[in-house]
């Protein structure tokens, strides 16, 4: 063969091989042998997709994305900025325009957790399929489908797209998510001060502020803005400890992130959020945990001597349970215990084929699904279907505990929000909506994340060795400084 022919042919053969070699790589083939679980083998990166070549359209498209993201994330937790009752939010738009432009560039990251990305695809296919088997033999099939695509796109879409982009990148997302749950408690909270719910009900729902006065602000439901308030706390710890933000706002965020839990008077979620919030700060910081405590309490103890006003609901279902009234002063709904109930009778026959997709509802007394997301998931999907998401739930778990295991003070930000995700599906029917993955996923792929080392030069070095730095403040990755 002539040597020309034999080049062109080197030339041909080796982008097939290499091309077919990442995708190996991606599914897993070499993956696993990264020494931490869940790792994006492709890290580390100093921004998304830097390994790439560039070009004036490819920076260019990587821009838009980028900002197609960060809007997504900033608005993620708006459950009710949405086309009246169809579950497609603002920010699921802006997420889907993201995740198109990475599969039309051959970009979406197909194993998000590396390793463990095959147990987590089996996981949801195990409890999807229990879902459509059960929904097959007692429900309506087009019900089924359109769940299973709200969980595809939770559950799949959003960590592969979360994955595809690089470490500064994720940490502008969490910067934004804290950003937009503070913006969303603002908004609500000077609302309901000038407004009550017949304001506010025609324009922004019944749940923007409820009959009673509790806040579920733009998420929609007072109970899940307790959860997202204590998501951004929970996240803005790990804000705080990488200096990804002004230190003025994050005290202005934290403030305004207390407030609305306050106003969301949810006993429950002002438990579990204060708990995750308290495990954190005893992990991370546990010499200055125990000052900062008493520092609380004796801030709100001046606070409440003072006078000053606290939210009614707060003060009429919070802490009339916290002062010895019992779970009755809480305003819990009475019927939830009783469809838990029902639920539970129900599940010895639902064991192998459950009553398929929202057949609870149809058969409960109380025309009510189970806010119990496992129970329901039992009744519904049968045991297999729960054996799934338990196995989702158990691989955040091993993930987030494996990283507490290699860095103890970036780890402990995934489990408090682990912590408040697993207390909170026992209060909650089906769990497919955005704001209740986002947080998860950002937190497991941005905090457990090896960061990518800043190369320096010789001279900054002998300058910082001089003044014995350990830090050089060029080296902040500072965002909002």
């Known amino acids: 063969m002539p040597r020309a022919a034999r080049h062109q042919g080197q030339a041909i053969a080796k982008p097939a091989f290499g091309r077919a070699a990442q995708i190996l790589y991606q599914f897993g083939a070499m993956g696993t042998l990264q020494n931490h679980y869940g790792f994006d083998p492709r890290t580390p990166r100093h921004d998304a997709w830097s390994e790439m070549p560039s070009s004036k359209a490819t920076v260019s498209l990587d821009k838009v994305l980028t900002v197609f993201l960060l809007i997504g994330v900033f608005s993620v937790s708006w459950h009710i900025v949405r086309p009246g009752n169809l579950n497609f939010t603002i920010s699921d738009a802006a997420f889907l325009m ?56 939770a559950y799949l879409l959003l960590p592969m797209m979360f994955a595809s982009f690089g470490h500064r990148t994720l940490q502008r997302c969490v910067v934004f998510y804290v950003l937009g749950v503070t913006f969303s408690q603002a908004v609500g909270n000077i609302a309901n001060i000038f407004f009550d719910y017949a304001d ?63 106003s969301s008077a949810s006993f429950g979620g002002f438990v579990i959020c204060l708990s995750a919030s308290a495990l954190v700060m005893l992990v991370r910081w546990p010499h200055r945990a125990v000052v900062a405590f008493l520092a609380i309490l004796a801030i709100g103890a001046a606070y409440m001597s003072s006078g000053l006003p606290l ?106 929000v682990l912590l408040i995700f697993s207390l909170f599906t026992l209060t909650v029917p089906h769990m497919y909506a955005r704001l209740w993955l986002a947080p998860i996923f950002l937190a497991l792929l941005s905090c457990l994340q090896k960061e990518p080392i800043q190369a320096r030069s010789r001279s900054s070095r002998e300058i910082e060795k001089k003044r014995g730095a350990d830090v050089p403040k060029s080296d902040q990755l500072g965002i909002f400084q």
């Open 98 to 153: 993201v995740v198109l432009g990475l599969v039309g560039t051959a970009r979406l990251n197909l194993a998000p957790f590396a390793g463990l990305s095959a147990a987590w695809l089996f996981s949801l296919i195990l409890m999807l399929s229990s879902l459509f088997v059960s929904t097959l033999v007692n429900g309506e099939i087009t019900r089924w489908l359109i769940v299973a695509l709200q969980y595809s796109f």
């Open 311 to 416: 939210p009614a609901p707060f003060e009429q279902r919070v802490l009339g349970a916290l002062s010895g009234g019992g779970l009755e002063e809480a305003g819990t709904f009475t019927g939830r215990m009783e469809l838990a109930e029902e639920a539970w009778r129900m599940a010895g026959d639902t064991l192998v084929v459950g009553l398929g997709t929202d057949g609870f509802r149809v058969v409960s007394m109380h025309q009510a699904p189970v806010h119990v997301f496992p129970l329901l998931l039992l009744t519904e999907a049968g045991l297999l279907g729960l054996i799934g998401f338990i196995a989702l739930l158990g691989l955040m778990w091993f993930r987030g505990l494996s990283g507490i295991s290699d860095n103890p003070q970036r780890g402990i930000i995934c489990i408090g």
């Open 200 to 262: 506010t009900a025609p324009y922004l729902g019944n749940n923007f502020i409820t009959g009673m006065g509790r806040l579920g602000a733009f998420s929609g439901n007072a109970n899940n803005n307790s959860a997202m308030a204590g998501f951004a706390l929970v996240l803005l710890f790990y804000v705080v400890d990488r200096r990804l933000m002004n230190p003025l706002l994050s005290v202005i965020c934290a403030l305004l992130l207390l407030w609305g839990l306050l």
